[in-house]
């Protein structure tokens, strides 16, 4: 039987703040894998739509390529995690084109997920709660304790800024283009894929690089339990 992670484990894993926020943010992009698991339906769905101009048919060739994806997970008994993510996903923007008819509609789920991502992210950052702290506390096991030092708090601020970019890059590019007369699927499926995940590895980069410079010990709740 393979060992489960815990939190106890990656208190012991980590011993800087830097360390803790890049495995948990590699963890939660899912790496290489789960970033191209999430572009390959929509990578389907677009190429389709273009050869055929039916969005039924597009649907189809989208959640066929995600379903395809999650066998091949179930299959290899690996979290089917970032698959399933796709195949909601895929769900939800099939709701609003077959609704309408209109397949740039399959785009606009996503353009207002990025726009509620980066306003929270924003909100969290002016009231001091930047939510990269929250990665630290899952590591700490105090969720908030990261607080009351303000050094990590101007780091987490930094990283959650580095997390805004693409999610404020993507409504930017891709609202307008929404907006535009005509059907604008052909221009959406390429921006949005091409702002998927190069946009979410340079974020990563670039977070990676920041955290590189520094070596913030991690105040544990465990370590002071110890006796003297």
């Given amino acids: 039987m393979s060992e489960v992670e815990t939190p106890q484990d990656d208190r012991v894993a980590h011993d800087t703040v830097e360390a803790a926020v890049r495995a948990q943010l590699a963890k939660a992009l899912g790496g290489v894998r789960g970033m191209i698991e999430a572009a390959v339906p929509v990578t389907a769905f677009t190429g389709a739509y273009v050869a055929t101009k039916d969005v039924k048919l597009a649907v189809g060739a989208g959640a066929g390529a995600a379903v395809l994806l999650l066998a091949v997970r179930i299959a290899q008994r690996s979290n089917p995690q970032f698959v399933v993510n796709s195949l909601v996903g895929i769900a939800v923007a099939a709701f609003f084109a077959l609704r309408s008819g209109k397949a740039e509609d399959a785009f606009l789920p996503g353009i207002m997920l990025n726009a509620a991502y980066a306003a929270a992210m924003i909100f ?25 030092d303000p050094g990590i708090v101007r780091l987490c601020s930094r990283l959650t800024w580095l997390l805004v970019l693409p999610c404020a890059a993507r409504v930017a590019v891709q609202y307008p283009i929404y907006l535009a007369d005509g059907d604008q699927s052909g221009l959406l499926g390429p921006a949005k894929i091409v702002m998927g995940w190069p946009l979410q590895v340079a974020a990563l980069a ?14 544990r709740p465990i370590d002071r339990e110890k006796p003297a």
Avoid at 126 to 146: E, N, Q, S
């Fill in 206 to 219: 670039a977070m990676v690089g920041l955290l590189a410079r520094g070596r913030t010990p991690i105040d």
């Fill in 124 to 148: 969290s950052i002016v009231v001091r709660w930047p939510l990269v702290g929250f990665i630290i506390g899952t590591v700490t096991g105090d969720p908030t304790a990261w607080r009351r």
